[in-house]
């Protein structure tokens, strides 16, 4: 380690060593700054799926560790990795630790349910402090095995690990709303009439990558219309269709996935400023029932003609009024159970861009 970053060499001074040392250290700090910064909000809206990621980012870090004695001249960059990786995954864990700890609390005992943990934790260190001492003094006298050893029993544990932690997840039960799980919530309100618990949805709430987030067909993003982007005939109808009295609106969209850029389509709900959550609500179940129809077999057919054709805008208005209808029918019910089944409605996590920069005419 020492050779590594300079210490040993006649023309090496201490400071410059002492200075890749800390350059290492300030890169981690810095990185963990920029992380914190820019995913803030996801800590709550995607609380599960940063968590699982950012595990998975702290086991690659324990593997570069372990290839720093096999490359010692490449020791400052491959510390300097792990490092930064470490760090993220730090923030990541004292970000999202209070809420997960909450979820287990039964009254106002969460200063309880976090020793627990720690205690839990502390334990399992032990454990393996334990067994790295065992299998050291076991094999002492082969030296070659004990060198090969942590290569051979990283990726077994770390898949232990991780797996522990997937399922962990699985059984974290939050009541507050995301625009994930109200969608769960609303899909299945839908197809039987049934709105699922927390235990139910966490289920089927996915746990999986960033990147892999959004990638199902004819997705619903919360936002407004890109200014930049050329838009259709059928989008600038239905604003022109929006009265003073409506607090969302709900078009379709053209967006590109991907580095290949393969050309998509999805569907936008657009949440003007002053809403309520009960229009988010409102707004997101309209946007399902109409995804409902549009992958239905008469909306694949005729999606393949241009949106500005005469048949494409009046299917496209009928869809839209009878789902209006829809909600106001299924709204109250909708609601009544959801409160039933214990989820916290007055708080909520669903981002959405105001389309109070869009102009809406009545």
């Not at 968590?51 to 570069?64: A, D, E, K, P, Y």
């Not at 792990?82 to 039964?106: D, V």
């Not at 009960?278 to 393949?304: F, H, P, Y």
Request: charged residues 20%; proline residues 3%; contains cysteine.
């Amino acid at each position: 380690m020492f050779r590594a970053i300079g210490i040993g060499y006649s023309r090496s001074l201490t400071s410059a060593a002492a200075l890749n040392w800390v350059l290492k250290d300030g890169l981690g700090r810095l990185s963990r700054c920029i992380y914190t910064a820019s995913l803030a909000s996801a800590f709550d809206t995607n609380l599960k799926r940063v968590r699982f990621t950012t595990s998975m980012l702290f086991t690659f870090s324990i593997g570069v560790e372990l290839l720093t004695p096999v490359f010692p001249h490449q020791f400052l960059l491959l510390a300097s990795l792990a490092n930064i990786a470490k760090q993220m995954s730090l923030a990541c864990y004292m970000a999202t630790s209070p809420p997960i700890h909450r979820s287990f609390a039964i009254a106002d005992n969460l200063a309880e349910v976090s020793a627990k943990s720690q205690i839990q934790s502390v334990c399992f260190d032990n454990l393996g402090l334990m067994l790295a001492a065992i299998l050291n003094m076991l094999l002492k006298n082969n030296q070659r095995l004990q060198t090969g050893l942590p290569f051979i029993l990283y990726p077994i544990f770390s898949a232990i690990d991780l797996f522990g932690i997937y399922q962990g997840l699985k059984h974290v039960h939050l009541q507050t709303l995301t625009k994930d799980r109200l969608e769960i919530i609303i899909d299945s309100w839908i197809s039987s009439g049934y709105v699922p618990s927390p235990e139910e949805v966490s289920k089927d709430e996915e746990i999986n990558f960033m990147w892999s987030k959004g990638k199902e067909p004819l997705r619903i993003r919360i936002g407004c219309l890109n200014p930049k982007a050329q838009l259709s005939k059928l989008s600038v109808m239905t604003m022109q269709s929006v009265s003073n009295e409506d607090h969302y609106f709900i078009c379709t969209e053209i967006f590109y996935r991907g580095l290949a850029k393969t050309r998509e389509q999805g569907i936008l709900l657009c949440i003007r400023e002053g809403a309520r959550m009960a229009d988010v609500i409102m707004g997101l179940l309209q946007a399902c029932n109409v995804r409902k129809a549009l992958r239905s077999s008469m909306w694949e057919s005729t999606t393949k003609a241009s949106d500005s054709s005469d048949l494409i805008l009046k299917e496209w208005f009928k869809l839209i009024d009878d789902s209006k209808r829809y909600v106001q029918q299924q709204f109250g019910p909708l609601n009544e159970q959801m409160m039933v089944r214990g989820w916290a409605l007055k708080k909520h996590f669903i981002e959405h861009r105001r389309a109070d920069t869009v102009q809406l005419h009545g």
